[in-house]
């Protein structure tokens, strides 16, 4: 082979958000992997900003939540503006904001550089790959007769190193505007996080590759397209988007405000006879707006460079009687509003798309961002899983039907509320509290549910009715528990970190119930097993996890009470003490008096098995005897759940035998 | 002036934690430093680890908690064991640790060397000094007739930089002992917190500053010794060393043990027959013992390589029944036992003493890393703040009046401690149970309380039953408010960020009756006039920042309703939304059903208004009326309170005349 020519496990094209979570998943999971973007930075300012809880969540699991406490802007509440029976314009509703009672985190924004480079930054620490920027696709080609030989390189694309002079760039709109209309030079920044938190870290300068002006063939084994609304990997592929556009034209403003408006540190819906504005606290002091321009503006172009000023105009005539001017500007663009979203998300489960690639709609739900890395969120693991021989490639099928649903939802409630929004007439308070209604549970991105599959039971196969707020396919909702050895108050969801293992939870009950106990104990033998049936990954650490919650207090339980399997024993780490959580009926950490076992809606008296995927969805529920129940679902998905499993049932139902003896001897 | 010779503000000798807190105040105020220390790496292993509450609310005033959260390990209760009345060890007594009730924050430990890279950090991002490593000072001497010239640099030094191959080193012990009592390479370590997070910080490896072998003279305004127990700068100063010692020898041993004993991931006090043990959950799995050692080793050495083993043997006998292995060691001295205070913290106001220079204990507590750092931000905002000549050089004197009694006291909780573990006889339950009970508030860190001062009012000059439960000379106590512009909640605490400046908190009470509300907008004229007054820092920032807090819901208060002092307007940064704040009467954050102005003990009819030192250090309270005992308060120790300030006072008697008038009209 010669030196432009590469083999990779996964080429991921473009390094948003989207791209960057995918590389974050391979570099956590070690896949070898490329990731190129044509554009010779990350994002400088403007663009996507919002964190819906979500997405904090999935953060967290990869332990770079602390940038978004440290950096980003949090706001609790919802403002609806709208003239009231004088006419003037005046605060008509306020509300919590959406998902803050679903979640354990905030909603805030943050700066697409910042949540760009911490990315960078998370996967570098995972000795990932660098993002090899400059860099553009020219052609793509897939040998269909090897899609489905697990060691073959079945995708073949060409890419262009850029000269440096060629180089496509963020197109940042980033003018200091004065209120005279003067455009300063981007120097002129304000200090605060951009400027001091990130400013040292040298992917703000562009870069291109080493083989500038250089072209290379890549061979890959999957493709991943996050290269944006525009995406060349969907047009190589022909998939259309489908949808719906308006004539509606919207403009999008950061700066620092100077009004006398009371809430632009709140997320405000505002709607005025000359059109709605909606409003999100930003970073530094300045609020991020989207102004609903008039028709006059049907021709505007971001090529304007009044256009920054021109916006601002429209918002101070929307929000009249309140004063508005600004001291600062660091960016601006306009668009035209649409909903659509793709055909298909994948190509024969070798070529993937995630994220603006595949569905495109307004920001104004603060979503764009949020569904992309959830995109990736989704797929990332799936991909590893794959690759790395562990699971069935029909996993992947799951992919699109997991997440295709996910787009086409949020397309129509985007619709809806950019309808109520844009309308001709003065809008309706009413009709957007209805759609706004909607928008709160789905916006935070914790009422998701996927649908049933084979990484999702259903039906017979699984015990829904144990877990009744544990919904199968939703994501596994947090709640305070104890650490049984150190005393500690942690979430459960945190204990679920994204590092590519399954987990089973095993909510024991109470088990200073002797037969509670028995059953619980009677489990931690299949489980020992089972656990060692999987091939291992991450330097010996099992593949899969379990962790047991206790209904009862601390001093009620000791840990020798347990099976070993629940307490094991490393030779060099020594004992594991983070498996065994105490679930006391009286908890009262947040306010909440139910214990998790209530709050998940699991009886004390009988408990059940929960089995959760590498994303934190709940994938299965039974009873704590339902071991070949649990190993039937594994078996569905995993490749190499050795034959011996069926020895260890045999065992097991020994010892059952040997349990139901006992009492009568 | 030559090359060798230099002229510098503070100069700081030695860079543990006291030397670099003091350091990081300097950087953060803008003072110009030079800090030397005579090793040629930061701490790498072993010594100091616990953060008691206090401190971890000190690293939260600098921003740099998040490091605690993230890699500090936390543990919430403190267990007994003694053996029970069948003579077999058993747990006697469970409680909560230490200070969880009275901060927000946890105890936790966290490896010295990650403490130190984290501040050298801290320093670096604020543009402070580099730590000058291999330097060692050999003379100083101050020039008594220029200690008043706030001009001079009165203490000259010689400094010798050492030559690599005579760098004093930290004395690791660091064997990876493994039981065969093999001594191997510290390369064994196992990942984790000190390898994977610091491991890019080039501080571990051994430096000498770049005119090695070289001797500077430099000339200091200040000194600060933090040159640890053997101080070679108290020496120079001729200070004794104040009280007693015992023949008890203990060691301490940093590992990850194997045992059956359940609650290494907590802290233990263990009463045996062989002699106590205490135990302390450290990073990485390990567990930190201090283990009293038998009559025997009275004549062991910290050069005895086997040392390790043997302290391992000692606490393997007094456990017994419980098993006791270990997989790996990191660290291990013995020690025995002292207690002692200088009889001075400071020479002339020139010359200032801290942490383990001027009081050594044992390290039972947890306390001397936590003291030594309270130390230097008790000392750090006076140095600057006369330096820069805000404050007066009197100030200076209440270093020792306020430092050097928590040294006393910690002293003698310590002498007690250590004589009920360490008694001949077995030791007493009851007795070890008192004992923590004074030390469970004392360790905490919040319970310190200075003596009345020109910084700390008293008597009529300040209206303690104001405000019964902010005690004047003790640290602030944190309570979630709401900020009203985002309604996003936040610790009152957190406000008090370590910026140098005073804040004024109002605590307005019920504003929806306008009289008080009409008492607290006359106040603000008053206030608007006083913080123009004294001299800007900080880029433009004011020196005193005021804060209020009203006891009304969000919904019943519009920003418009207060004077505008307390919503101010910077030209460029916009509005200032984060000075007013909403303490409704029925927050139930953390569980706390009463409100800050319930917790505080401030009538929501009456309010009043309190001034906060710069270390959140209450200084003085009084009446939302008290505005001359206020300026008089801040002109005890401010120079460059202009006389306008009378012109103020006379302008606001106009304003309460016309307001008395008012009704009337």
Redesign the interface.
């Known amino acids: 082979m010669v030196s432009n020519e590469r083999q990779v496990d996964v080429l991921i094209i473009g390094a948003g958000p989207m791209g960057l979570m995918t590389a974050l998943w391979m570099a956590e999971l070690g896949v070898d992997t490329c990731i190129i973007d044509d554009k010779g930075t990350r994002a400088l300012n403007g663009r996507a900003d919002g964190f819906h809880v979500r997405t904090a969540e999935i953060w967290d699991s990869f332990?770079i939540h602390?940038v978004l406490?440290?950096f980003g802007v949090?706001?609790?509440?919802w403002c609806l503006w709208a003239p009231g029976d004088d006419g003037r314009l005046s605060r008509q509703q306020?509300q919590s904001m959406m998902g803050l009672d679903i979640s354990r985190m905030?909603t805030c924004t943050m700066h697409q550089g910042n949540t760009e480079a911490t990315l960078i930054d998370a996967i570098r620490q995972r000795s990932g790959p660098e993002v090899e920027r400059g860099v553009v696709p020219s052609s793509m080609e897939l040998d269909e007769s090897l899609v489905d030989d697990p060691e073959a390189y079945p995708v073949k694309l060409q890419l262009r190193h850029q000269r440096r002079e060629d180089l496509a760039v963020w197109r940042t709109n980033s003018h200091s505007i004065r209120p005279g209309g003067v455009i300063q030079e981007e120097t002129g920044k304000?200090q605060g996080v951009i400027s001091s938190s990130f400013a040292t870290k040298n992917d703000t300068i562009p870069s291109v590759s080493s083989e500038e002006g250089s072209t290379t063939t890549i061979q890959a084994k999957y493709v991943v397209g996050s290269d944006g609304a525009h995406s060349w990997v969907r047009r190589q592929l022909g998939f259309p988007m489908e949808g719906t556009s308006t004539d509606a034209i919207w403009g999008v403003i950061d700066a620092?405000?100077?009004t006398?408006f009371?809430?632009?540190?709140?997320h405000c819906t505002i709607l005025t006879r000359h059109g709605s504005i909606l409003s999100v606290?930003r970073e530094d002091?300045m609020t991020r707006l989207y102004v609903q321009l008039p028709a006059s503006f049907s021709n505007a172009s971001v090529t304007d460079s009044t256009m920054g000023t021109q916006i601002v105009a429209v918002a101070r005539k929307s929000l009249f009687p309140h004063t508005l001017t600004y001291?600062?500007c660091d960016w601006w663009t306009i668009y035209r509003v649409g909903q659509r979203v793709a055909t298909s998300f994948a190509h024969q489960n070798r070529i993937f798309l995630g994220g603006d690639a595949v569905h495109t709609h307004t920001p104004k739900c603060g979503q764009g961002m949020n569904v992309s890395m959830q995109d990736a969120f989704n797929l990332g693991w799936k991909l590893a899983g794959v690759i790395k021989g562990q699971l069935h490639r029909s996993v992947l099928q799951t992919y699109q039907s997991e997440r295709r649903p996910v787009a086409q939802d949020l397309i129509n409630i985007d619709t809806s509320l950019a309808s109520v929004l844009a309308s001709e007439t003065m809008s309706d308070p009413v009709g957007v509290g209805q759609v706004y209604g909607r928008l709160r549970n789905y916006a935070s991105g914790a009422d998701i549910c996927y649908p049933a599959s084979a990484l999702v039971a259903s039906g017979t196969r699984a015990k829904q009715h144990l877990a009744s707020r544990l919904k199968l396919g939703m994501r596994f909702p947090s709640h305070p528990v104890i650490?049984h050895?150190?005393?500690?108050?942690i979430e459960s969801q945190s204990l679920l970190q994204s590092d590519g293992r399954w987990r089973v939870l095993v909510f024991a009950g109470d088990v200073t119930n002797p037969t509670q106990l028995e059953r619980v104990n009677r489990l931690g033998a299949f489980i020992s097993q089972l656990m060692t049936q999987f091939r291992s990954i991450h330097q010996g650490q099992p593949f899969v996890e379990n962790l047991i919650f206790y209904y009862n207090r601390l001093?009620q339980v000791?840990?020798?009470d347990f099976h070993h399997t629940f307490f094991p024993?490393d030779?060099?780490?020594?004992?594991n003490?983070n498996l065994i959580f105490a679930d006391p009926p009286a908890s009262?950490?947040?306010?909440r008096p139910e214990s998790a076992h209530v709050q998940y809606g699991i009886s004390s008296g009988r408990g059940c098995m929960v089995a959760i995927r590498p994303d934190q969805c709940v994938g299965w529920i039974g009873d704590l005897e339902d071991e070949q129940e649990l190993q039937r679902y594994f078996a569905g998905f995993m490749r190499e759940l050795l034959f011996d499993i069926v020895t260890v049932i045999e065992t097991c139902e020994v010892i059952q035998l040997a349990a139901c003896l006992l009492p009568a001897s």
């Open positions: 332990g602390g406490q440290k949090r706001f609790d509440e306020r905030s304000i620092v405000f100077i006398d009371p809430d632009f540190r709140k606290p002091g001291s600062y650490n050895s150190s005393a500690v108050p001093d000791e840990v020798g024993l030779p060099s780490r020594g004992y003490y009262l950490s947040r306010g």
